[in-house]
Nanobody, 122 residues
Framework: VQLVESGGGLVQPGGSLKLSCAVS????????IGWFRQAPGKERDGVSY????????HYADFAKGRFTISRDNAENTVYLQMNSLKPEDTAVYYC????????????????WGQGTQVTVSS
């Protein structure tokens, strides 16, 4: 099982980034995939997840209206489109896999990628 994030970088406030989570070793739509982020000195927080049950998408309040999670089963990839980025979005972003259909908490995720750095700064 592998999850590999990419797409992070430096972007100005108000800009956009699209993160990718390429998975291997399992069938993507058999699992829920979540995005988390961790800023320096802070806890790792949930950003969004896409459900294995029905493909529904779920977002933290700070992500609603700005971030969009999507899944491409043919490419074995989950994406996180981030728009209207703010300096407080600066963090390392991780994707993770859960066997649960609606995994709301970090402990429900058992496999993690290595993370990709997102820096929002002028």
């Amino acid at each position: 099982v592998q999850l590999v994030e990419s797409g992070g970088g430096l972007v100005q406030p108000g800009g956009s980034l699209k993160l990718s989570c390429a998975v291997s070793g399992f069938t993507l739509d058999d699992y829920s995939i979540g995005w988390f982020r961790q800023a320096p000195g802070k806890e790792r927080d949930g950003v969004s997840y896409i459900s294995s049950s029905d493909g529904s998408t779920h977002y933290a309040d700070f992500a609603k209206g700005r971030f969009t999670i999507s899944r491409d089963n043919a490419e074995n990839t989950v994406y996180l489109q981030m728009n209207s980025l703010k300096p407080e979005d600066t963090a390392v972003y991780y994707c993770a896999r859960s066997p649960d259909p609606f995994p709301k908490v970090r402990s429900q995720y058992h496999y993690w990628g290595q993370g990709t750095q997102v820096t929002v700064s002028s």
